[in-house]
Nanobody, 119 residues
Framework: QVQFVESGGGLVQPGGSLRLSCAAS????????MGWYRQAPGQQRELVAT???????RYADSVKGRFTISRDNAKNTVYLQMNSLKPEDTAVYYC?????????????WGQGTQVTVSS
């Protein structure tokens, strides 16, 4: 079982910055990686960025150079620093926690936080 506390979403003007944070409290679920996905209205949920326990990161091409993911393993907390925000970054951002089981990934989702980029 994993419980999430997400924060940091809101309304920001184009070119602005926001920092999302997500603290995961896991019982009986060993977290191997955490990350962020987003879902815009009428769109599928898509990867934004992920980070493993070892610090390996992966980013969507659309956010490379603008977003930075980081993690505090001791606190099971992941952060997403978002700079140079664009209107197309508007979406609900979901935190995820992954556990690797053999060839499978077991994933848990946070409740989501709204990010709106608009003037």
């Amino acid at each position: 079982q994993v419980q999430f506390v997400e924060s940091g979403g809101g309304l920001v003007q184009p070119g602005g910055s926001l920092r999302l944070s997500c603290a995961a409290s896991a019982i009986g679920f060993s977290i191997d990686a955490m990350g962020w996905y987003r879902q815009a209205p009428g769109q599928q949920r898509e990867l934004v960025a992920t980070i493993t326990n070892g610090g390996s990161t992966r980013y969507a091409d659309s956010v490379k150079g603008r977003f930075t993911i980081s993690r505090d393993n001791a606190k099971n907390t992941v952060y997403l620093q978002m700079n140079s925000l664009k209107p197309e970054d508007t979406a609900v951002y979901y935190c995820n926690a992954d556990r690797y089981v053999s060839d499978f990934i077991e994933r848990r989702w946070g409740q989501g936080t709204q990010v709106t980029v608009s003037s």
